[in-house]
């Protein structure tokens, strides 16, 4: 996709469903790929420590995901089509998985939460295989990537808050062949 510049951030010019249809087909053909849907708070940190810059660039898509990045682009003459969200992909991803019996690893929120993000998967996405899910209250991160590497599932989501959710990715993305997408406070709100 062709980018846009906002806040020293390359956005992809592109619709949800287009984007959608490229996510899915780079599931289909095993590609590694890095999501990154940035709101304006993102931008903002992003454009005040360079170390999470320089890691949110080496992500494959970043979507605008708060209409201040529409805003800004728009001041710039060049306007992004719509706003793309963590959580309208993660639950258009899930939809997908489920009607294609695709897998998904699940990381982060709290133990409670993710208990109960469980019983929603189950009935709202029942054909999505659930490859494994672990709370994001963790110590170390070796346990949780080499069953992330051992399952292979089509797609992590990780749900840590930013930058520990970019920075996560970043260092592990290379121990899957799928999907890795940040997704901030989407847990909670599946879970209810
Ligand atoms: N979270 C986590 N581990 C941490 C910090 C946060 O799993 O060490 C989870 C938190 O429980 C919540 C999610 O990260 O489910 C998003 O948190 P927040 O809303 O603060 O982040 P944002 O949506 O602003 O990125």
Known sequence: FPTVTVLDIPFVKTTA????????????????????????????????????????????????????????????????????????????????ASDNHRSAYFVGAKPVVIAQLKRVLDV????????????????DDAEIIADIADKQPDMVFAALGFPKQERFINAHRHTTKGLWMGVGGSFDVLAG
């Open 124 to 139: 709202q996405f029942p054909g999505l295989v659930i490859a494994g899910m672990h709370d994001g209250y963790f110590e």
């Open 17 to 96: 469903d287009e984007l959608l249809k490229v996510l899915k087909q780079r599931i289909v053909d095993q590609q590694n790929t890095f999501v990154v849907t940035a709101n304006p708070e993102i931008a903002m940190y992003a454009h005040d420590h360079p170390d999470y810059r320089d890691l949110i660039h080496t992500a494959d898509f970043i979507t605008p995901d708060g209409v201040g990045i529409l805003d800004g682009a728009k001041i710039l003459k060049q306007p992004l089509p719509e706003r793309i969200t963590g959580f309208d992909t993660l639950e258009a991803l899930l939809n997908w």
